[in-house]
Structures are given as C-alpha cells and as structure tokens.
C-alpha cells in the first residue's frame, strides 16, 4: 500500500498567516492527490484535486502543488472558517490511502 | 443540488450482518462511479470500496475483501454496502461518496460492533 504520511499532525497559525501542509507519498503518485477539509461533526470537503486543481467553489486562498513525492496544500491568508482537520488522498492505486490529517487552529 | 443519504447503520453483534444504504439526488447517478469510505478517531480516513458505473467492476480493500459487497441499483438511485461477517474494527462512521475525487459526501451512517 502506498503511505502518505502527512505534516504537521497540528498547527496554530493567526489570522491573514500563510499555512502550508504537507503530504510525503511513500512512492511515485503523479498527480492523483487530492486535499480535503473536515469541520467537527460534517463530511470531508474535497478543496483540490489533481495535486493542484482547485474544486469548484473553493477560495483561491486555496492552492496545491508538487515537487516529486511531495505534495503541498497553501492557504495564503488564514481566515477564521478555514480551522478543522486536513487531510490528504492518494487515489494512484489501490488501496486509496489518506494521510493521518492535521488540525488547524487559530491562535 | 448533489444529495447523498446513507442509512443502515447502528449497533451489531460481531460476526453478524448489516446492509448500508446510500440515497442518490441532484445528479445522473448512472453516470457515476460511486465509493465507500470510513472513518474512526484511531485509524482516520479509509476507503472501503468502489463500484463503476453499471456495477460490472468492483474494488474492495484487503481488510473487507470477502466480507463486504458493495452494488447499485441504477433504477433506484442507491448504492449498497452489505457487510457480512463484521469485526470490531469494522466500527466507524461510514460515508457513501462519488468516486474518483470524492467531490461529493452523504453525512455518515455510524456502525457499531459491541457483544
């Protein structure tokens, strides 16, 4: 199976700060990465696919992108409803494997 | 707008049996593969199982491969989970999902195994 070992497992950042996250896969993926974000008690929301496609209707705050195995989600200025849980999702073979998350708080 | 219902889950004996439902709205569902995913506090996100378009091609993780059988019902707008044979660490909160990059999510049925 292919590990995606994703980080920081947390992060406190202030409003406006840029955030990254990152996602190491265990072996080549191409771009087959997706991010999502999950608020306590709701489903995941997909934010990007493709390592860099923004979904529809996701802020361009937003953005991915790759260098080699590693993949990295940006929010270039933090806003308040961006706190929750991050996570990412290789979809290059199965099994379909996320990586463990990390929690975004506002400090 | 996209509205995916699961339903089925609750609380079980291991060993026994359960079917999950999935309620499809707002979109062609025949046109789409669709897919499960759970999720538990310990272990986070897993994807479970996917199923094609017309139901002719299906993938299982290793862990529910024999245990679980996913399928649709086109005419219906529903697609199934049956899972058979359940363990403990079968408990989570199970979402049914548009498959490929999971672009849409139903809220989550929660299945618990307990003696």
């Known amino acids: 199976d292919i590990q995606m070992t994703q980080s920081p497992a947390s992060l406190s950042a202030s409003l406006e700060e840029i955030v990254t996250i990152t996602c190491q896969a265990s072996q080549d993926i191409g771009n087959w990465l997706a991010w999502y974000q999950q608020k306590p008690g709701k489903s995941p929301q997909l934010l990007i696919h493709?390592?860099?496609s923004l979904a529809d209707g996701i802020p361009s705050r937003f953005s991915g992108s790759r260098s080699g195995t590693q993949y990295s989600l940006k929010i270039s200025r933090l806003q308040v409803e961006d706190t929750g849980i991050y996570y990412c999702l290789q979809r290059y073979s199965n099994p379909w494997t996320f990586g463990g998350g990390t929690k975004l708080e506002l400090k | 707008e996209v509205q995916l219902v699961e339903s089925g889950g609750g609380l079980v004996q291991p060993g026994r049996s359960l079917k999950l439902s999935c309620a499809a709205s707002?979109?062609?569902?025949?046109?789409?593969?669709m897919a499960w995913v759970r999720q538990t506090p310990t272990k986070g996100l897993e994807w479970v199982a996917s199923?094609?378009?017309?139901?002719?091609?299906?993938y299982y993780r290793d862990s529910v491969k024999g245990r679980f059988t996913i399928s649709r019902d086109n005419a219906k707008n529903t697609q199934y989970l049956q899972m058979d044979s359940l363990r403990s660490e079968d408990t989570a909160t199970y979402y049914c999902?548009?498959?490929?990059?999971?672009?849409?999510w139903g809220q989550g049925t929660l299945v618990t195994l307990s003696s």
């Open positions: 707002g979109f062609t569902f025949s046109n789409y593969g």
């Open positions: 493709s390592a860099t």
């Open positions: 999902a548009l498959r490929d990059w999971f672009p849409y």
């Open positions: 199923i094609s378009t017309g139901g002719g091609n299906t």
